[in-house]
């Protein structure tokens, strides 16, 4: 029994160290050590042009001073010039590209610095410039500083690695030769030919251990710093929250755009498609009709669907299509295509032109989306529609009769979607008309329909 407890920690204790060892083995073999190593020797190797100019203009600055003195200007000349490189926007975006690729680190791209955007702010969601930032105070020095500690531990790496590595392939050349003297901090070291010399292989092993080692201190340290130096500051954390927040905003617009549109396109052409098989061969007149305003509706969707997936695939979409009240007689005549039987009761011409452009668009967008479901879910009934326009506001309202099936449930801005069959209509309208500080309601309207009212006041500029 007390055997079989020590050996259990006995293994226990081994299998740490064993764990330890791996531990400490691992970074000397990882491929990111050496491609970490690599990049600071690129950062040193870069700084070489600034450490020349450095050292041309210290000569003429302090000509007649000690080389000490020479050397210290020489030194704070080049660090200048390398922390004022490391002040262009251009700079830092490429650090951070080549940090990403060579240190493996997944570092977002600096505010500002998407293709083509000037650092004012040039990209754009839905005509609105996303915020731009500008660093500040010790924001702006954390490239410089970082460029000057990518210099620094790039050179350490390049001095103390070439003499680690040199030192360990001369011990083993010695030895090869025979009869080699070495001095070494003031000692001679005899080489010996022969078994007598095998020796030097152990001290250069431990010298290439020690080269990876330093390989491996100096990507851990730059490993450490980029997050701090080259990632988002506290304020382009914010600006880059907001521009999600503004490309999501932006997004959820263009599908809301898209489910009014092709939403209400393809409920009319497939009732119209519907009406046009029944009548073919009775009244071919009302078919032909019926194919025509197919081909008209489907044509302005296909419109409103290559400008949706133009911007979507951030092309040069063209220009959007701008939809307003004007347009409600050329919906309602598609309705009554379908077969639908609508009764308006709109304001006159000019009342209506009068409307501000942003607030005739919304309009048009929500009288749409209510006669698709009207003429979806009203099984035929007659469709009433009211736009009445007034000098602090627009009543808008879409009653239907004879509706199929009414919903459970009814209320002010319902959450769940009312009774579209995706569930999305009502609560997209509803977002809509609360965006333009608007009132919404939806629900029964007497046994067997339904009614939807918005009143949107007048605050809106075009």
Same mark, same amino acid.
């Given at each position: 029994?007390?055997?079989?407890?020590?050996?259990?920690?006995?293994?226990?204790?081994?299998?740490?160290?064993?764990?330890?060892?791996?531990?400490?083995?691992?970074?000397?073999?990882?491929?990111?050590?050496?491609?970490?190593?690599?990049?600071?020797?690129?950062?040193?190797?870069?700084?070489?042009?600034?450490?020349?100019?450095?050292?041309?203009?210290?000569?003429?600055?302090?000509?007649?001073?000690?080389?000490? $003195?020479?050397?210290?200007?020489?030194?704070?000349?080049?660090?200048?010039?390398?922390?004022?490189?490391?002040?262009?926007?251009?700079?830092?975006?490429?650090?951070?590209?080549?940090?990403?690729?060579?240190?493996?680190?997944?570092?977002?791209?600096? $505010?500002?610095?998407?293709? /083509?955007?000037?650092?004012?702010?040039?990209?754009?969601?839905?005509?609105?410039?996303?915020?731009?930032?500008?660093?500040?105070?010790?924001?702006?020095?954390?490239?410089?500083?970082?460029?000057?500690?990518?210099?620094?531990?790039?050179?350490?790496? $390049?001095?103390?690695?070439?003499?680690?590595?040199?030192?360990?392939?001369?011990?083993?050349?010695?030895?090869?030769?025979?009869?080699?003297?070495?001095?070494?901090?003031?000692?001679?070291?005899?080489?010996?030919?022969?078994?007598?010399?095998?020796?030097?292989?152990?001290?250069?092993?431990? %010298?290439?251990?020690?080269?990876?080692?330093?390989?491996?201190?100096?990507?851990?340290?730059?490993?450490?710093?980029?997050?701090?130096?080259?990632?988002?500051?506290?304020?382009?954390?914010?600006?880059?929250?907001?521009?999600?927040?503004?490309?999501?905003?932006?997004?959820?617009?263009?599908?809301?755009?898209?489910?009014? =549109?092709?939403? !209400?396109?393809?409920?009319?052409?497939?009732?119209?498609?519907?009406?046009?098989?029944?009548?073919?061969?009775?009244?071919?007149?009302?078919?032909?009709?019926?194919?025509?305003?197919?081909?008209?509706?489907? #044509?302005?969707?296909?419109?409103?669907?290559?400008?949706?997936?133009?911007?979507? #695939?951030?092309?040069?979409?063209?220009?959007?299509?701008?939809?307003?009240?004007?347009?409600?007689?050329?919906?309602?005549?598609? %309705?009554? !295509?379908?077969?639908?039987?609508?009764?308006?009761?709109?304001?006159?011409?000019?009342?209506?032109?009068?409307?501000?452009?942003? %607030?005739?668009?919304?309009?048009?967008?929500?009288?749409?989306? /209510?006669?698709?479901?009207?003429?979806? !879910?009203?099984?035929?009934?007659?469709?009433?529609?009211?736009?009445?326009?007034?000098?602090?506001?627009?009543?808008?309202?879409?009653?239907?009769?004879?509706?199929?099936?009414?919903?459970? $449930?009814?209320?002010?801005?319902? =959450?769940?979607?009312?009774?579209?069959?995706?569930?999305?209509?009502?609560?997209?309208?509803?977002?809509?008309?609360?965006?333009? !500080?608007?009132?919404?309601?939806?629900?029964?309207?007497?046994?067997?329909?339904?009614?939807?009212?918005?009143?949107?006041?007048?605050?809106?500029?075009?």
């Amino acid at each position: 029994m007390f055997f079989s407890i020590l050996w259990g920690r006995w293994s226990l204790t081994c299998s740490a160290i064993l764990a330890d060892m791996v531990r400490g083995i691992r970074p000397l073999v990882s491929g990111t050590t050496y491609a970490g190593a690599l990049f600071a020797v690129l950062g040193a190797m870069a700084s070489i042009p600034a450490a020349i100019v450095a050292m041309v203009a210290a000569l003429a600055v302090v000509r007649s001073a000690a080389e000490p $003195v020479q050397a210290a200007v020489a030194l704070l000349i080049w660090a200048a010039l390398l922390g004022v490189g490391g002040l262009a926007r251009t700079s830092r975006r490429v650090l951070v590209g080549v940090s990403r690729r060579l240190l493996r680190l997944d570092l977002p791209d600096p $505010v500002g610095a998407n293709p /083509g955007q000037t650092s004012e702010s040039a990209f754009q969601v839905d005509g609105a410039p996303l915020p731009s930032v500008r660093l500040r105070g010790a924001d702006r020095w954390r490239t410089p500083l970082w460029v000057l500690l990518h210099v620094a531990l790039g050179w350490v790496l $390049v001095s103390l690695g070439s003499l680690l590595v040199l030192a360990a392939i001369v011990l083993p050349a010695c030895f090869l030769v025979g009869g080699v003297k070495l001095d070494w901090f003031d000692r001679t070291i005899q080489v010996s030919g022969g078994w007598q010399g095998l020796w030097t292989v152990l001290p250069a092993m431990l %010298l290439l251990l020690l080269t990876a080692g330093l390989c491996a201190a100096v990507t851990a340290a730059l490993r450490a710093l980029a997050p701090r130096l080259l990632g988002p500051s506290a304020a382009e954390r914010l600006a880059l929250a907001a521009e999600r927040e503004m490309v999501l905003a932006g997004r959820n617009r263009l599908a809301q755009e898209l489910h009014d =549109s092709i939403g !209400h396109t393809l409920t009319a052409a497939t009732i119209q498609a519907a009406v046009a098989g029944e009548v073919l061969a009775e009244d071919p007149v009302s078919a032909r009709a019926a194919m025509r305003s197919i081909e008209e509706t489907t #044509r302005a969707a296909l419109e409103d669907l290559d400008y949706v997936l133009g911007v979507l #695939r951030e092309e040069n979409a063209a220009t959007a299509p701008t939809r307003s009240l004007a347009d409600l007689p050329e919906l309602l005549d598609r %309705l009554r !295509h379908a077969g639908a039987v609508v009764e308006p009761e709109l304001s006159g011409e000019r009342e209506l032109a009068q409307v501000p452009g942003t %607030l005739s668009r919304a309009a048009y967008r929500i009288l749409q989306e /209510g006669l698709t479901n009207a003429l979806r !879910h009203g099984n035929g009934g007659l469709i009433r529609v009211r736009v009445l326009a007034a000098p602090d506001g627009l009543e808008l309202s879409v009653a239907n009769e004879n509706a199929a099936a009414a919903p459970p $449930v009814a209320g002010r801005a319902p =959450s769940s979607g009312g009774f579209t069959s995706s569930g999305r209509g009502l609560a997209g309208l509803a977002e809509r008309v609360r965006l333009l !500080h608007g009132e919404f309601e939806a629900g029964p309207d007497g046994a067997r329909g339904w009614r939807l009212a918005v009143r949107l006041p007048n605050r809106v500029s075009a």
